[in-house]
């Protein structure tokens, strides 16, 4: 189980897409790996799931601690753009229904991306060049 976060990263969640992304190129090596005895490796990577994670307290604690620095109405706007992205993700049911799926498929793909909207947040963030996507990163969250 991966994330979307394995191949988009988005900021302040640096520490969380390195592992996503470790995650990622182990998966591919395994899955090449395990092919000599028929064994397949399938990535599910989830963009946002609506669960009660993301009502923490702590997220609120992390935007108050950094409110007198540069970073705070940044991260104030990158808080709040989650926030609405939960409430538009997929449900844990539509997650467990992607990973029963890719179990019975005859012939799954090696990589599920279950991602609300998924032209404009997963489509075309692969297409762009990484240059186009952090301006549009910048543009979405970056304040001063």
């Known amino acids: 189980m991966s994330s979307i976060s394995g191949k ?6 640096g520490a969380y897409c390195a592992s996503k ?6 998966s591919d090596s395994l899955r090449r790996e395990l092919m000599l005895f028929g064994i397949d490796v399938i990535v599910i990577g989830p963009g946002y799931v609506a669960t009660p994670i993301w009502d923490r307290q702590e997220i609120a604690s992390t935007v108050d601690q950094y409110r007198d620095t540069a970073y705070a109405a940044s991260l104030k706007s990158f808080d709040q753009n989650v926030v609405e992205a ?8 539509q997650v467990a229904r992607c990973v029963v799926g ?5 012939k799954p793909r090696a990589r599920y991306a279950l991602v609300a909207q998924r032209f404009k947040n997963w489509t075309l963030p ?6 186009w996507m952090d301006t549009l990163m910048a543009q979405a969250f970056l304040k001063k």
């Open 126 to 131: 692969m297409w762009l060049p990484e240059r």
């Open 86 to 93: 939960v409430k538009k993700g997929h449900t844990p049911e």
């Open 21 to 26: 992304h470790a995650l990622e190129g182990m």
């Open 8 to 13: 988009y990263s988005a900021p302040f969640v």
């Open 102 to 106: 890719a179990l019975v498929s005859r």
